[in-house]
């Protein structure tokens, strides 16, 4: 597959980071295969989640073909660069033709992202999950990533006005060991087990993040139960639903 919109791509992600001189770490780059297909589960509390998912597989020197929204695609700004960097657009009107996408390039030994919430968490804790990810890993038979963000929020999230001009932001990346569910193996259980792994390495990212709230009113992008004022879990999934509704 001939990629020439993808490495310029790196390059603008990569002379951003370094003109807001974002504080990035990445643990756990060595569980990123350097070969062959894979599919990396990432959690999802940003707009811009996508570069950051991206960017971890970066010592591993692949490319993440993103599953992302079909309207991404429609737009005459970001469609003409989703579609050279092959990513694959999500139609929910014809979703089995995004599936067999995604598991044709899986067998082409390509990586492929996918965020298993599908949509941006609201309360910063890992919401429930489609159980895609654990179906197209069994079916291509390739390993699955877990991977966890945590930073990512403070930049541009659903609710809050983007911040891309902030500087000297953590922004923390952890990878955890590959899955390899089989065929046979029930498709609920390994999406639970996946969603155990990425919710105990979002909760050390959180924990370990090297900055605090500077006051009452900067407490936003904190979890409630780490004592934020992001809405719960139960207030999030009413808010989603209301917004759905509408």
């Avoid at 929020?153 to 006005?161: D, F, I």
């Avoid at 409630?224 to 989603?240: F, I, M, S, V």
Wanted: proline share 8%; net charge positive; glycine share 8%.
């Amino acid at each position: 597959m001939s990629d020439f919109v993808y490495p310029p791509v790196i390059a603008a992600a990569r002379a951003m980071f370094r003109v807001l001189d974002l504080r990035l770490s990445v643990n756990g780059a060595e569980h990123i295969p350097t070969s062959g297909g894979a599919v990396i589960a990432c959690n999802h509390v940003s707009y811009l989640d996508f570069i950051f998912c991206g960017w971890g597989a970066q010592p591993s020197r692949r490319l993440v073909r993103f599953m992302a929204k079909k309207s991404v695609f429609d737009n005459r700004i970001s469609g003409p660069l989703m579609r050279g960097m092959h990513h694959i657009p999500v139609d929910r009107d014809a979703g089995l033709s995004s599936y067999r996408q995604a598991l044709a390039a899986l067998k082409d030994g390509e990586v492929v992202g996918v965020f298993p919430e599908a949509t941006i968490s609201r309360s910063f804790t890992i919401k429930d999950f489609k159980s895609g990810a654990a179906r197209m890993a069994a079916s291509a038979r390739v390993p699955i990533v877990p991977m966890a963000l945590w930073g990512t929020q403070r930049l541009w999230t659903k609710g809050r006005p983007r911040t891309l001009t902030r500087r000297h932001l953590p922004v923390a990346i952890a990878i955890g060991e590959p899955m390899t569910p089989g065929p046979r193996d029930n498709g609920d259980e390994v999406t639970a087990d996946l969603r155990g792994r990425m919710s105990k390495l979002l909760d050390g990212l959180q924990r370990d993040y090297p900055d605090q709230p500077a006051g009452a009113e900067d407490r936003w992008w904190l979890p409630a139960h780490l004592g934020g004022t992001a809405p719960t879990p139960e207030e999030a999934a009413a808010l989603d639903d209301k917004k759905s509704e509408a």
